[in-house]
């Protein structure tokens, strides 16, 4: 049986769905049971426990074959300390692999994850992958992967009114741009098998710089879509006026500028090991276009 935490997650419902179809009993973990129904008429054991809570935590864990940890990918934008709630859930993870006996975990990290600090977030990623690699006895898989596709999303109104996407990205950093359920699955697979290496990058089809992001989107929609590149000192200005808290403002931003600066970007080479299926093309068609409605021609 496998354990699949912050199961109704993008990741963590794509790998719970890949299990499920293959016929594998699996255990979905959520803070809410009525997120996860439709998992359990599928066939999935729900369990509701918050991931902070480590006691709940280890009884989900208890008896599985192998688990899924997730720590909370997205950003809690009004939270006055969100590094120390990632900690908080990663201690609690890493105390209920412990005491719950679960002999393999595949976790989820990020591009970046080897780095302490001037990486945002995955600073706290970071210090999710010591922790696990610090529980005895336990053999854990660390998934790394790039830039997920679904950020795009948050600029479909922009691209609606304005055929344009502003960001602090220099235009010509390749982005790994993959897919949220592409990593759902390879999490699942290595869960079944649990032969990877310890750390393993995720890099989707191929790297692409915001330029190509907006001439791809631009030709599927037959108009033109400008990128316009803001400074990062103005993205996080705009972060705080729309009601961000400070310190997830400056996370947010910090990401950006290691990513133009280079100090955040993949690590391991390109491989079949590391590349998963789904295109930019296939993405946008898929999940972007149907956000812009019918759009007038320019």
């Given at each position: 049986?496998?354990?699949?935490?912050?199961?109704?997650?993008?990741?963590?419902?794509?790998a719970?769905?890949?299990?499920?179809?293959?016929?594998?009993?699996?255990?979905?973990?959520?803070?809410?049971a009525?997120?996860?129904?439709?998992?359990?008429?599928?066939?999935?054991?729900?369990?509701?426990?918050?991931?902070?809570?480590?006691?709940?935590?280890?009884?989900?864990?208890?008896?599985?074959?192998?688990?899924?940890?997730?720590?909370?990918?997205?950003y809690?934008?009004?939270?006055?300390?969100?590094?120390?709630?990632?900690?908080?859930?990663?201690?609690?993870?890493?105390?209920?692999?412990?005491?719950?006996?679960?002999?393999?975990?595949?976790?989820?990290?990020?591009?970046?994850?080897?780095?302490?600090?001037?990486?945002?977030?995955?600073?706290?990623?970071?210090?999710?992958?010591?922790?696990?690699?610090?529980?005895?006895?336990?053999?854990?898989?660390?998934?790394?992967?790039?830039?997920?596709?679904?950020?795009?999303?948050?600029?479909a109104?922009?691209?609606?009114?304005?055929?344009?996407?502003?960001?602090?990205?220099?235009?010509?950093?390749?982005?790994?741009?993959?897919?949220?359920?592409?990593?759902?699955?390879?999490?699942?697979?290595?869960?079944?098998?649990?032969?990877?290496?310890?750390?393993?990058?995720?890099?989707?089809?191929?790297?692409?710089?915001?330029?190509?992001?907006?001439?791809?989107?631009?030709?599927?929609?037959?108009?033109p879509?400008?990128?316009?590149?803001?400074?990062?000192?103005?993205?996080?200005?705009?972060?705080?006026?729309?009601?961000?808290?400070?310190?997830?403002?400056?996370?947010?931003?910090?990401?950006?500028?290691?990513?133009?600066?280079?100090?955040?970007?993949?690590?391991?080479?390109?491989?079949?090991?590391?590349?998963?299926?789904t295109?930019?093309?296939?993405?946008?068609?898929?999940?972007?276009?149907?956000?812009?409605?019918a759009?007038?021609?320019?």
């Amino acid at each position: 049986m496998y354990a699949i935490t912050g199961a109704s997650g993008r990741t963590g419902r794509s790998a719970a769905l890949h299990l499920l179809e293959r016929g594998h009993a699996v255990r979905v973990i959520g803070r809410s049971a009525e997120r996860l129904a439709d998992l359990a008429d599928r066939g999935a054991e729900v369990r509701e426990a918050d991931q902070t809570d480590p006691d709940r935590m280890t009884a989900a864990l208890r008896g599985a074959t192998a688990a899924y940890a997730v720590v909370q990918p997205n950003y809690l934008p009004e939270h006055p300390d969100f590094g120390a709630f990632q900690d908080a859930v990663s201690a609690s993870l890493a105390q209920a692999v412990a005491d719950s006996g679960v002999p393999r975990v595949v976790g989820l990290s990020s591009w970046g994850g080897a780095h302490a600090t001037g990486v945002g977030p995955v600073a706290g990623l970071h210090r999710f992958e010591e922790r696990l690699r610090a529980v005895p006895a336990v053999r854990v898989h660390l998934l790394r992967p790039g830039y997920f596709m679904e950020n795009l999303l948050g600029f479909a109104d922009q691209v609606r009114a304005e055929r344009r996407i502003s960001a602090p990205f220099d235009p010509d950093v390749p982005l790994p741009l993959i897919t949220t359920g592409d990593v759902g699955v390879a999490a699942a697979e290595e869960l079944v098998k649990g032969d990877g290496p310890p750390v393993r990058e995720l890099h989707g089809p191929r790297d692409v710089p915001m330029s190509e992001v907006v001439a791809v989107l631009g030709a599927l929609l037959g108009q033109p879509v400008a990128y316009e590149r803001i400074e990062v000192a103005e993205f996080h200005t705009r972060l705080l006026a729309a009601g961000i808290a400070g310190n997830v403002a400056a996370m947010m931003a910090e990401v950006p500028a290691a990513m133009n600066s280079r100090h955040l970007r993949t690590e391991q080479p390109r491989s079949a090991e590391t590349t998963t299926p789904t295109s930019l093309e296939e993405f946008l068609r898929a999940e972007f276009l149907p956000l812009l409605g019918a759009m007038p021609a320019t």
